[in-house]
């Protein structure tokens, strides 16, 4: 694949060294020579360009946080199960050829030099984007990728190949690191936390236990495995995200960007599956995800229903309430209420119930920590006669429907390309039609504006056409129904 650096960060950094001046919406000129710690930089700029860009919207419209606005159709495709062949093309580009490409050289500049902390970073980073690149289109090209003019058509790998290879190439990471703990010298070159490689490790402990609970409906399953990570209990204790954003052209938050200053918030307005969730259950995350509509109120509508000429034609995006994304709000690559909903699955799996319990009560403290909320709040709602308790005397099923269903509250807003794919491995929260007598407002529903025959969603998207076009070994699904590999046995 050939090389395209995520140039805002590199020029930038070339200039000042200061995180706090990052551009990473434009792509100025590259600089004629370049280091692990500017390369560095440059795939974490990829990877969050597209996590709060276009994994953040599709995600937020998949997971039904949000839906089309009546008055604009820029994402119609998206609301009615429609994309095409072309919707992929920048972001596959921007991952492939720009984050993972960086990550390459810096794979390579670290083994040459010794420098296991660079060369851990650097691991954890690919194998967090590879995950995402097999969950949202399913096999990928991997083990023949990234060799330059060498090969321009690598062949794609079985998911879950790259799965158990990504697992071995962190275990090794740690494993180098541990043996020679070489502390990064890439400093505030990384935007994430600055060569903190206690952080590091956290990460990689917690994104292996991602891996692993992805596996946990297929024959790849491994209970010793993720036993093993929640005995050593060392996860996450800080936020993965980037906030090097200011206000300012090009410096904001890449969906505040776009969708907010570039198309005057027209498009996305609130999904009644999720605000309608939040409402029922007096959860004061409603008025932190959502911002109100112009006469103060919270209102949403039906997913996809604002495609439809009836009943809100011609009313405007600002009548409804719309997602409360702020010019220099973070973008999560992981955050710590994941991380606690993660330990709680595992728990109720391969653990006790009263483990489950509780770290899926610090999962719902956290996420109102996140959101800047009291946790007193919180406390009311997972008290044993609040709307959130848990119950520890359940069936694994119920317990995890529990678990699914707050995960996907709390990531509202923080990783919505991670609900989404939550939302396909699981289930929860439960999917029906709007029209079923089980419905009740709050609940996943159909899209009302789908192309799909009924009862079927997205299970994943095309490949890029620009890369089926130029790799021959890369054939284009036949559709949108095509099962990633954890959701195939």
């Known amino acids: 694949m050939k090389k395209l650096i995520n140039l805002l960060f590199i020029s930038l950094l070339a200039l000042t060294s200061c995180s706090d001046d990052l551009d990473i919406n434009t792509d100025p000129n590259t600089p004629q020579e370049i280091n692990k710690g500017l390369a560095l930089s440059a795939a ?29 159709g820029q994402y119609e495709a998206i609301d009615q199960y429609n994309l095409d062949t072309d919707y992929a093309n920048r972001l596959w580009t921007e991952l492939y050829a720009g984050a993972l490409n960086d990550l390459e050289f810096v794979l390579n ?26 969950d949202v289109f399913g096999d990928v090209p991997y083990s023949e990728a990234f060799q330059g003019s060498d090969n321009i058509s690598p062949s794609t790998d079985p998911g879950e190949e790259i799965y158990l290879d990504l697992l071995s190439k962190v275990d090794e990471a740690l494993a180098a690191y541990e043996e020679s703990p070489m502390n990064s010298d890439v400093g505030q070159q990384d935007l994430i936390f600055t060569a903190d490689m206690d952080n590091w490790v956290q990460f990689a402990n917690t994104l292996k236990l991602k891996l692993y609970l992805r596996m946990s ?53 609130a999904s009644n599956s999720l605000l309608e969730f939040y409402a029922r259950n007096d959860d004061p995350r409603l008025e932190a995800v959502f911002k109100p509509n112009t006469e103060g109120e919270y209102i949403g509508i039906e997913q996809g229903i604002g495609i439809l000429a009836e009943p809100y034609g011609g009313y405007q995006a600002q009548e409804f309430a719309r997602p409360d994304i702020q010019p220099t709000t973070p973008v999560y690559l992981m955050s710590l209420p994941e991380s606690s909903f993660l330990q709680a699955e595992a728990y109720a799996r391969y653990g006790s119930s009263e483990q489950a319990q509780q770290k899926y009560e610090e999962g719902v403290m956290r996420s109102f920590e996140l959101y800047g909320l009291s946790t007193a709040d919180a406390m009311d709602l997972i008290n ?24 996907w509250a709390g990531l509202a807003n923080v990783n919505n390309i991670e609900a989404w794919i939550e939302t396909r491995r699981t289930g929860y929260p439960l999917l029906v039609d709007a029209q079923d007598p089980a419905y009740e407002e709050g609940r996943r529903i ?33 559709n949108l129904l095509q099962e990633v590999w954890w959701n195939q046995d």
Do not use: H
């Open 217 to 269: 409906n297929t024959s790849q399953a491994n209970s010793a495995a993720v036993t093993s990570l929640l005995n050593e209990g060392n996860f996450l204790s800080e936020n993965v995200s980037f906030t090097a954003f200011t206000d300012a052209t090009s410096k904001r938050n890449p969906y505040y960007e776009v969708q907010i200053q570039e198309l005057g918030d027209v498009n996305d307005v």
């Open 446 to 478: 159909y899209s009302l504006a789908s192309v799909l025959p009924g009862g079927q969603i997205p299970s994943s998207i095309y490949y890029p056409d620009n890369e089926v076009q130029r790799n021959s070994n890369l054939t284009q699904k036949p």
């Open 44 to 72: 974490q700029g990829s990877i969050t360009t597209i996590m709060g860009g276009e994994f953040f919207n599709l995600g937020g419209m998949y997971a039904q946080f949000y839906t089309q606005a009546p008055s604009a």
């Open 384 to 407: 044993a006669d609040g709307a959130y308790a848990f119950d520890a005397t359940a069936e694994l099923e119920d317990q995890l429907e529990t678990i699914m269903n707050q995960k």
């Open 109 to 134: 500049e670290s083994n040459e030099q010794g420098d296991t902390g660079t060369y851990l970073i650097a691991t954890c980073l690919k194998a967090y984007t590879m995950q995402y690149l097999v």
